[in-house]
């Protein structure tokens, strides 16, 4: 019997193909169960408008300053500093993670430092960020650039120095020299890591930039977050949250993507 062609699909292969079709509703099933429940609760009259604002006052807040370029001016400041804070941030990380995980003095120096910082939170460090750097551009990098930069280190440094030691001794008993050991061994082993410390950098680099925003600026989502809450605009904080939300998810789904192209021996 012969075997079908290759143009058509077999059915192993429309098999394969439906769940991954089902897979990729469910985050939509999930948005229009939220949206559901939210549409219930609005039109219950259980909160009042003020506090809990209905989908559609907040679509008209989003169109509202859309129309008065607020919107367009603001996405562009956040989106600036979040991607040279992250930039910043998520270089330093990857180097000072590849010299920390396998360079002993280097572990031995900064580590426990870098360790002790990683708890304090972003916010905590607007008010020293503004007396370094004033209330301009500067301030808002650092804080961001921080934040990534502890996150993306420990990922790297966890990956770097737990690379299985019979990995570098084969490398070794090969002929590898230190140079190519690391190109060739340590940094594929540790990828994974670091690409998880890229992504949860994403996140965190606009949670840090909304709290660099709140104090001390003048453009920016935070910025316009705390003057919605000024005059008591739930409208606009809600759609300001959904628009920082998409805009991490979106950037999450994009570093997710460049992993699984550059690591493609793992499930990023």
Same mark, same amino acid.
């Given at each position: 019997?012969?075997?079908?062609?290759?143009?058509?699909?077999?059915?192993?292969?429309?098999?394969?193909?439906?769940?991954?079709?089902?897979? @990729?509703? =469910?985050?939509?099933?999930?948005?229009?169960?939220? $949206? %559901?429940?939210?549409?219930? !609760? /609005?039109?219950?009259?259980?909160?009042?408008?003020?506090?809990?604002?209905?989908?559609?006052?907040?679509?008209?807040?989003?169109?509202?300053?859309?129309?008065?370029?607020?919107?367009?001016?603001?996405?562009? @400041?956040? =989106?600036?500093?979040?991607?040279?804070?992250?930039? $910043? %941030?998520?270089?330093?990380? !990857? /180097?000072?993670?590849?010299?920390?995980?396998r360079i002993a003095p280097v572990r031995v120096l900064l580590g426990p430092f870098l360790s002790l910082l990683r708890p304090i939170p972003a916010i905590a460090l607007v008010p020293v960020a503004i007396v370094w750097f004033g209330i301009g551009e500067g301030a808002k990098y650092f804080v961001v650039s921080y934040t990534v930069f502890l996150t993306v280190w420990f990922n790297t440094h966890q990956g770097m120095a737990y690379v299985p030691q019979v990995w570098l001794r084969a490398a070794r008993s090969l002929g590898a020299s230190r140079l190519r050991e690391l190109c060739t061994v340590v940094l594929p082993a540790a990828a994974p890591h670091i690409l998880a410390g890229l992504r949860l950098g994403v996140a965190l680099a606009f949670l840090s930039l909304v709290a660099a925003e709140l104090s001390g600026a003048s453009s920016g989502l935070g910025f316009r977050l705390q003057e919605a809450r000024q005059y008591v605009r739930t409208?606009?904080?809600?759609?300001?949250?959904?628009?920082?939300?998409?805009?991490?998810?979106?950037?999450?789904?994009?570093?997710a993507w460049l992993g699984r192209k550059l690591v493609h021996w793992e499930r990023a």
């Open positions: 019997m012969s075997e079908p062609p290759d143009h058509i699909p077999s059915q192993r292969d429309k098999r394969r193909r439906s769940p991954a079709r089902a897979r @990729a509703l =469910l985050p939509l099933l999930s948005f229009v169960f939220v $949206l %559901g429940l939210w549409c219930a !609760v /609005a039109t219950s009259g259980v909160v009042r408008e003020i506090i809990f604002p209905a989908p559609w006052s907040v679509w008209s807040a989003t169109v509202e300053m859309w129309r008065n370029g607020t919107l367009q001016k603001d996405l562009a @400041a956040s =989106l600036s500093r979040a991607a040279v804070g992250y930039g $910043l %941030g998520a270089a330093l990380g !990857v /180097a000072m993670g590849v010299l920390s995980g409208d606009r904080m809600f759609a300001l949250l959904i628009i920082l939300g998409l805009l991490g998810a979106l950037a999450d789904q994009a570093v």
